[in-house]
C-alpha cells in the first residue's frame, strides 16, 4: 500500500518500527499504472456468522464496483470528488505497529462517510514489534472499531513483505510463530468488535511465510493484492476474494481496488 512518510529502523535494527504500508515491490515491476478489471463472480457473508460463501453461478456481466486505499500519503482527500470518480468504497489506514497512527484518519475516515462512501480501517501489522494482541488492541483504540450500521466494513489486517529489509520478508519469524500471531490478532479483533478481520496479503506472502496455512480461509474475507493484469493465485486456504488491489495508482486517491459484488452486496457484508 502508499508509503506515508520516510521509515524508521525497523524492530531488526534495534529501533521501534513505524513504516506504513506497500506492496512487495517485486510484485509492483512491469505493472505500475496497470488497470486490470476483476472478473467476479458474486460473493456473499453469511449473516450472522463468520462462515463465507461463494453464489452457485456468476452474474452474466461482471459488476465493477470500484474502490480504493488511503493512507497519510494522501493528507486530506477531497471525498466528493472521489465519489464522483466512481469511489463507493475506501479502506483508511488506521494504524502500524504499536507507535504509529495516521494523522489524517479523522478527515479520512469521517470524511468519505460523509460523502456516502462505505468505509473500514486497515491496521499494517509488524510483527516484531509486540504481540498481535496487543498490535489488535491498539488498533481498536485508535480507529479500528467497527459498527453495524451499513456504512462501516470490517476491520483490516494488513499482513505482507516486511518494508524494512526485503531480504527478510517473512520478519525473521517461523511460519508457526506468524500463524500464531494472526490468529491473536484475528481473536482480539473478534473479541472487541463482534467481527473477523478482513486479511489483506499478496498470495507470495502467505504461501511462502506461512507455509500456505489454510486455517483463514473459511473465515476471513480476502483483500487480496494481485497486480497483474489477469486474476492470480489465490493465498492457501481462500477461494474467492473479496476485495482486490489491482493498482497503486489512478483515477482515485491512494491504491486501486475492486469490490467483488454489488452495493446491496457490500452494504450486507457491511452489516455483518
Not at 463472480?41 to 465493477?64: E, H, K, Q, Y
Not at 486530506?76 to 504509529?100: C, I, M, P, Q
Request: glycine share 10%; net charge positive; proline share 6%.
Amino acid at each position: 500500500m502508499a508509503r506515508d512518510h520516510q521509515p524508521l529502523h525497523s524492530p531488526d535494527h534495534s529501533a521501534t518500527a513505524t513504516h506504513p504500508s506497500y506492496l512487495d515491490r517485486r510484485d509492483r515491476r512491469d505493472r505500475r499504472g496497470r488497470r486490470a478489471l476483476l472478473a467476479v463472480s458474486v460473493v456473499a457473508a453469511t449473516l450472522g456468522t463468520t462462515t463465507l460463501a461463494a453464489a452457485p453461478t456468476a452474474l452474466a456481466a461482471p459488476i465493477r464496483l470500484r474502490g480504493h486505499d488511503v493512507s497519510a500519503h494522501q493528507k486530506n482527500v477531497d471525498w466528493h470528488s472521489a465519489r464522483a470518480k466512481g469511489a463507493r468504497f475506501v479502506y483508511v489506514k488506521a494504524t502500524e505497529a504499536l507507535s504509529y497512527r495516521n494523522p489524517y484518519f479523522r478527515q479520512q475516515y469521517n470524511g468519505s462517510r460523509r460523502a456516502g462512501l462505505v468505509r473500514g480501517a486497515y491496521h499494517f501489522a509488524v510483527p516484531t514489534a509486540s504481540s498481535g494482541t496487543a498490535q489488535a488492541r491498539y488498533f481498536l483504540r485508535n480507529g479500528g472499531r467497527w459498527s453495524a450500521d451499513g456504512w462501516t466494513l470490517p476491520p483490516a489486517l494488513d499482513i505482507e513483505h516486511n518494508p524494512y529489509n526485503r531480504k527478510n520478508p517473512c520478519f525473521g519469524m517461523s511460519r508457526a510463530a506468524l500463524v500464531r500471531w494472526i490468529g491473536a490478532f484475528s481473536r482480539e479483533v473478534r473479541r472487541g468488535t463482534g467481527r473477523t478481520p478482513v486479511i489483506y496479503t499478496t498470495a507470495r506472502w502467505w504461501n511462502g511465510c506461512t507455509g500456505g496455512n489454510r486455517s483463514f480461509g473459511r473465515t476471513h474475507p480476502l483483500w487480496l493484492a494481485d497486480w497483474h493484469g489477469a486474476a492470480g493465485p489465490l493465498p492457501a486456504g481462500w477461494s474467492f476474494v473479496s476485495f482486490r488491489q489491482y493498482a497503486d495508482d489512478g483515477a482515485l486517491p491512494g491504491d486501486q481496488n475492486r469490490w467483488n459484488g454489488s452495493v446491496a452486496q457490500l452494504k450486507r457484508f457491511a452489516r455483518g
